[in-house]
């Protein structure tokens, strides 16, 4: 079975438990963190869902619960009435080891609230979908992705990883036929990401095979993660 298949399982197990807002909300979430951070960010999804996220009026709103609810910052001022300030996470069981101040867990928070804002009155689903529909008219693919992911807040290479990675996958599950269209040309066409380290293991391993596009790149990365016999 191959990466984009497992995945699409995963997501539907997750639209048996949760609407389809705050389940790829928490996907969104969880995708944040470094491996020793990714369920300190599911649990943080968990304890402020998206329907409370989608009542606050603005982005530094969101960004204040947010980092009060993780216990990085003691300052709940102008949160409304009936948050509950009870449902907090120790600031300790955050991980800063060997992550780069960039990506240390306060400044994902504050990067991903403006996503946050954007999509609070829509939805998350119907945000990315409306986006994806109007993009499909660029020929470009990575004019395309500029088009649905332009919001501040999050770098290029993360944006890219969270499209391809999430909610594309997630899309795909809703069935909608136009998204299928659209989402299988983007894997097939848009170039392959950026190396790291774990990219940069599987073409030493597998020399004979090519990257050529995201899809066989996120393929080769679920494979040496997973330790999988390679399959795109």
Not at 71 to 93: A, C, I, Q, W, Y
Not at 167 to 195: C, G, H, R, T
Request: proline letters at 6%; a positive charge.
């Amino acid at each position: 079975m191959c990466w984009l298949e497992r995945k699409k399982i995963r997501i539907k197990n997750l639209l048996t438990i949760s609407t389809p807002d705050e389940a790829l909300y928490r996907e969104i979430m969880y995708s944040l963190g470094y491996p020793n951070n990714k369920v300190n960010f599911l649990n943080l999804a968990v304890i402020t869902p998206f329907r409370e996220i989608s009542k606050l009026p603005n982005a530094q709103t969101i960004q204040k619960a947010l980092l009060y609810r993780a216990g990085l910052s003691n300052d709940n001022t102008g949160l409304p009435d009936n948050f509950d300030p009870s449902l907090r996470m120790d600031e300790k069981v955050w991980n800063y080891k060997k992550i780069r101040p960039a990506n240390y867990p306060e400044r994902r928070i504050i990067g991903i609230s403006r996503l946050l804002n954007h999509a609070k009155e829509a939805g998350l689903v119907s945000f990315f979908t409306a986006r994806i529909k109007d993009a499909q008219f660029f020929r470009n693919p990575k004019k395309r992705l500029q088009k649905i992911m332009c919001f501040e807040g999050i770098g290029i290479q993360r944006k890219e990883e969270m499209f391809f990675n999430i909610i594309l996958p997630f899309l795909m599950v809703l069935l909608d036929n136009e998204i299928l269209s659209f989402a299988n040309s983007m894997f097939e066409n848009y170039p392959p990401l950026s190396n790291n380290a774990v990219l940069k293991t599987f073409k030493k391993s597998y020399p004979e095979i090519p990257i050529i596009n995201a899809k066989h790149y996120f393929g080769a990365l679920f494979m040496m993660k997973n330790h999988l016999n390679f399959r795109m």
